[in-house]
Antibody, heavy 127, light 108 residues
Framework: QVQLVESGGGVVQPGRSLRLSCAAS????????MHWVRQAPGKGLEWVAV????????YYADSVKGRFTISRDNSKNTLFLQMNSLRAEDTAVYYC????????????????????WGKGTTVTVSS | DIQMTQSPSSVSASVGDRVTITCRAS??????LAWYQQKPGKAPKLLIY???SLQSGVPSRFSGSGSGTDFTLTISSLQPEDFATYYC??????????FGPGTKVDIK
């Protein structure tokens, strides 16, 4: 079945780095753009970043731009989020999510909704 | 950035009730809107896309309507498994994709 499994979360000090991974299975990973979405404790959903199906286009929320980098390895069906210069306000559950529209159905660089979500991985930034 | 608001922030309802949640965009987004359901400790689940299209596998008691700036999610007959928080999300303009603050549906 279609599945996304995040890993790499943990407790990290402010200013340090962390790399999240998201392993995809059950679908053709290389045909879909992928998102990262986060949720701070007790708060709502915040979109973080999206990457095109081939990795050539990437977009970020202003809150993480210049600090976070989204990437993917289509040969390994894996999505990544490199998080540098972490701040307390980055504390959240991080979800990876599949873009609703595949590359065979929508023009490249068009993104819409998130139709498959992982269970999330928790990142805590604290000294 | 497009701002999304939702009302009410919470609603108490009984099984069998009809529940309506409203989402408003700060500028017109045509029909580029989705609704998600999130239960405590779980990932969000896509319910509705393109304002009114039901995602595969979602019960027909869920429906969406609206276009432009005003949208609604309706649960026609609330079931025990529907108690959750519901979020709207705009897809008209990015980055960023923006979500509403959520509406919690709990038991009356």
């Amino acid at each position: 079945q279609v599945q996304l499994v995040e890993s790499g979360g943990g407790v990290v000090q402010p200013g340090r780095s962390l790399r999240l991974s998201c392993a995809a299975s059950g679908f053709t990973f290389s045909s879909y753009a992928m998102h990262w979405v986060r949720q701070a404790p007790g708060k709502g959903l915040e979109w973080v970043a999206v990457i095109s199906y081939d990795g050539s286009n990437k977009y970020y929320a202003d809150s993480v731009k210049g600090r976070f980098t989204i990437s993917r390895d289509n040969s390994k069906n894996t999505l990544f989020l490199q998080m540098n210069s972490l701040r307390a306000e980055d504390t959240a559950v991080y979800y990876c999510a599949r873009e609703w529209c595949s590359r065979t159905s929508c023009p490249k660089d068009y993104y819409y909704y998130m139709d498959v979500w992982g269970k999330g991985t928790t990142v805590t930034v604290s000294s | 950035d497009i701002q999304m608001t939702q009302s009410p922030s919470s609603v108490s309802a009984s099984v069998g009730d009809r529940v309506t949640i409203t989402c408003r965009a700060s500028q017109g987004i045509s029909s580029w809107l989705a609704w998600y359901q999130q239960k405590p400790g779980k990932a969000p689940k896509l319910l509705i896309y393109a304002a009114s299209s039901l995602q595969s596998g979602v019960p027909s008691r869920f429906s969406g309507s609206g276009s432009g700036t005003d949208f609604t999610l309706t649960i026609s007959s609330l079931q025990p498994e529907d108690f959750a928080t519901y979020y709207c999300q705009q897809a008209n303009s990015f980055p960023p994709f923006t979500f509403g603050p959520g509406t919690k549906v709990d038991i009356k």
